[in-house]
């Protein structure tokens, strides 16, 4: 039976009043309720559609005509006023174009992801079309056809009835009361608008970085895990080519482990190096560390044993959980090792529990080194709270919990394995560990997703690239039709990726995250329900809970709206530093009073070294780092722009710039492209860059390559790319006359 759920909002007149200060209208702000409302546990993308009232209505018969538009829902956390000047927006442009022919089909191209059976109906004023003297409006609730929510308000007498109406039973349980009740907190909370001062045309306003949001920080992350082994025991943690490992299976392994760290001396806040073969049991090497009350550093057995031994001695490990695959393990002097072949092949006297914990949330739980400037490698340290906050996050934006399957295939060294591991494990999510032979091979991680339930992919964008020209269409997935969330970070994703994703994967939802390895994986994110074709890049998004992001001139002071500056990250979730280096945390992670931030008080800014922008609607832009700028000629050039004029070539899939020494030392400009087919001319593609951009930035040298090369984390590895380049049709070639360059150009085909 039909349920209606009903509020009233008093002084609506007011907040009408106040709207249109904000420029915005009383159905936007009502939408914008709407879909803020909807978008946790109904999808994380979806079209909503809205049922308007044209122009012109006859005041006698005000709801037989109306006419239809559509507006997307992401799980994106965009500010009430911003998104409704959003849907406002596209309203007004219905409206405007309510006569013309075809009209209906342009607005159903605009829909993206899954038609929900939910609708908005726009706002009726009955003060515009008052009831006869005498009569009154008896009880009344909406019954669409194949709708099971309607949301409904009146206006009247300065007050605001709204409504939703709904099938319960075909809404998820537990649901609708949640969802309504954030709907009416959104409108309670309108009656303060009219003492919001409208935005500063120029700054940023503070609810852009009005992130805050309770989340558990009580338990180490460990606990997390240890409360699933309990729950759902008998359940597949771990999957893997080989087999697969319950919860209450993991969580034995572990604490053998952590028991025998433990003996060893091993407790609160010390670090202890992992350096194991891919498979389950490198989830219980940084399982039973944190058991232990010790944080984990990974230590890849590839890597040489120089920057091995320069690791754990700069993180004072001392302690090294090894297996066979680590060939300088024994080698390393002061380092104890752990062989945990051994150590699992025999029980443990105290396995049956767990060690009580001695860390808490502020404590270590692992340093991951990431490249220096200086050629030698920082530790990044990070406690428990910022990865409770960001797995928080995730479950309460995505939903992440037992029914999903995460498919590992990223390092121990990349740190999208923390969410991977002690996220999803965490959240009573399962995960496959893709194994090494079936990392390297495109054609072996789909066939996984072909035939595992994964419903979550989680890797840098050039991971996902390698295995596009392997998609074929949904009908090729007879099992991996259950992957619902595509995770993108750590790299631009090429602007074609989402569309061929799409195409395979219809029910998937792709989200590009950012951030930083100082700020705990990821601290932004962006729901791509659609590509603009205007776009550079996919835009880098929106803060997440208890995360805010400022954009600052050389004196840490905001720059307006649309203008470039520096990028800093404040909140919960940045790292403690990095580790046993208090210089250098100093330098990147600045502490003080900033007064002229928006929003609230800051202390602690990590200077991230990118740069970025502010859009008009809060999202932020990425503009690469600072150090993307190079001088050439005396010209200052950033290479994303002609990058991003190399992609707008109709033969041209993506393209990667870089400034190359030459033979004589001279710098050249190096353009390396991924054609979409066939490779174009290499004057045509010279040409099509000299037309827009000036001749200093037209690249002297373009190669063609047919795939990217990726570092071990999958991330774009631009140092691979081949220099000099050389292959079958490397030529000589004209300059273009607007362009006019003195040197060769090479067109490769690189293997």
């Known amino acids: ?27 936007g702000l009502l939408l914008a309720a709407y879909a803020r409302a909807l978008s946790p546990g109904l ?8 049922v308007r009232w044209p122009d012109g209505t006859d005041a006698a018969r005000p709801a037989e005509l109306t006419a239809l538009s559509w507006v997307s829902v992401t799980a994106e956390a965009c500010p009430l006023l911003d998104l409704a000047r959003r849907y406002d927006a596209v309203l007004a442009e219905d409206r405007a174009a309510d006569a013309r022919r075809g009209l209906t089909a342009l607005r159903r191209s605009r829909r993206t992801g899954p038609a929900l059976p939910v609708v908005y109906t726009s706002l009726f004023d009955l003060d515009a079309y008052p009831l006869p003297d005498g009569v009154t409006a008896a009880d009344w609730v909406t019954s669409t056809p194949g709708v099971a929510l309607d949301c409904v308000a009146v206006q009247e007498g300065g007050v605001l009835e709204y409504a939703w109406d709904a099938l319960p039973d075909a809404l998820p349980p537990d649901w609708l009361e949640d969802a309504f009740d954030r709907f009416a907190a959104d409108l309670a909370g309108l009656s303060a608008l009219a003492r919001t001062p409208a935005d500063d045309p120029g700054l940023p306003p503070a609810r852009w970085n009005d992130t805050a949001r309770p989340f558990p920080a009580d338990l180490p992350v460990q606990l997390l895990v240890e409360d699933q082994a309990r729950i759902r025991p008998a359940e597949v943690a771990l999957r893997w080519s080989g087999g697969a490992l319950s919860f209450a299976e993991l969580e034995l392994r572990a604490n053998r482990l952590a028991w025998t760290l433990r003996d060893a001396g091993v407790g609160r806040g010390d670090v202890v190096g992992v350096s194991l ?22 230590v890849l057995p590839s890597l040489p044993r120089d920057r091995a031994a320069v690791m754990l001695d700069d993180a004072a490990a001392g302690c090294l959980v090894a297996d066979a695959s680590c060939g300088w393990a024994a080698t390393m002097p002061g380092v104890r090792q752990v062989g945990l072949d051994a150590v699992l092949s025999r029980p443990h006297p105290r396995e049956a529990t767990a060690p009580e914990p001695v860390n808490d949330v502020d404590d270590l739980a ?8 200086t050629g030698r490698p920082k530790g990044v340290g990070v406690t428990h709270r910022p990865m409770l906050n960001l797995f928080e996050w995730a479950r309460r934006t995505f939903g992440f919990g037992p029914g999903d399957l995460g498919l590992c295939v990223t390092s121990l060294g990349f740190d999208l394995s923390v969410f991977d591991i002690f996220g999803l494990l965490g959240l009573g999510a399962g995960l496959y560990i893709a194994d090494e032979e079936e990392q390297r091979d495109p054609r072996l991680l789909l066939r996984v997703l072909r035939t595992e339930p994964v419903t979550f992919w989680n890797s840098a964008p050039t991971t996902l690239a390698h295995l596009a020209p392997e998609f074929g269409g949904p009908a090729d997935l007879p099992g991996g039709d259950s992957l619902r969330l595509v995770f993108l970070s750590g790299d631009y994703t090429p602007l074609w990726l989402p569309g061929r994703m799409r195409e395979a994967f219809p029910d998937a939802t792709l989200v590009s995250l950012g951030g930083a390895t100082e700020a705990t994986v990821w601290s932004n994110y962006f729901v791509v329900d659609r590509v603009d074709p205007a776009w550079r890049s996919i835009p880098y998004g929106r803060p997440i809970d208890n995360s805010r992001y400022y954009v600052l001139d050389e004196r840490r002071r905001p720059v307006p709206v649309g203008t470039e500056g520096d990028l800093y990250i404040a909140g919960d979730c940045l790292a403690a530093g990095y580790y046993r280096q208090p210089e250098l945390t100093a330098e990147r992670f600045v502490t003080g009073d900033f007064p002229g931030l928006p929003g609230p008080p800051e202390t602690r800014l990590y200077a991230t070294g990118d740069r970025a922008r502010h859009g008009p609607d809060g999202l932020l832009h990425f503009l690469g780092r600072r150090d993307g700028q190079v001088k050439l000629r005396g010209y200052r050039v950033e290479l994303p722009e002609i990058e991003h004029r190399l992609r707008g070539h109709p033969g041209v899939a993506d393209a990667v710039v870089l400034l190359r020494k030459g033979s004589g030392g001279e710098d050249r400009l190096v353009a390396y492209v991924l054609p979409d087919g066939e490779p174009p001319a290499v004057e045509d593609v010279r040409a099509h860059v ?7 930035m037209v690249p002297g040298v373009v190669g063609f390559v047919t795939e990217w090369p990726a570092t071990a984390n999958g991330k774009l590895d631009r140092d691979a790319l081949p220099w000099p380049v050389h292959g079958p049709g490397a030529a000589p070639a004209p300059a273009p006359s607007a362009a006019p360059v003195a040197e060769p150009v090479a067109a490769p085909v690189a293997a």
Not at 1 to 27: E, Q, S, Y
Not at 43 to 50: C, H, I, K, L, M
Not at 279 to 290: E, H, Q, W, Y
Not at 690 to 696: F, H, K, R, S, V
């Open 366 to 373: 692992y340093v991951i080194f990431t490249s220096g400037s």
């Open 1 to 27: 039976a039909r349920r209606r759920l009903r509020g009233t909002l008093p002084g609506w007149d007011t907040v009408v009043a106040a709207a249109a200060d904000h420029g915005c209208t009383p159905d």
């Open 277 to 298: 073969r891919r498979g389950p049991d490198m989830v219980v090497a940084v399982l039973g560390i944190l058991k232990a009350g010790g944080a984990y550093l990974p």
């Open 43 to 50: 999808g994380d993308v979806f079209a909503v559609p809205v």
């Open 690 to 696: 000299a037309a827009a951009l000036p001749d200093y």
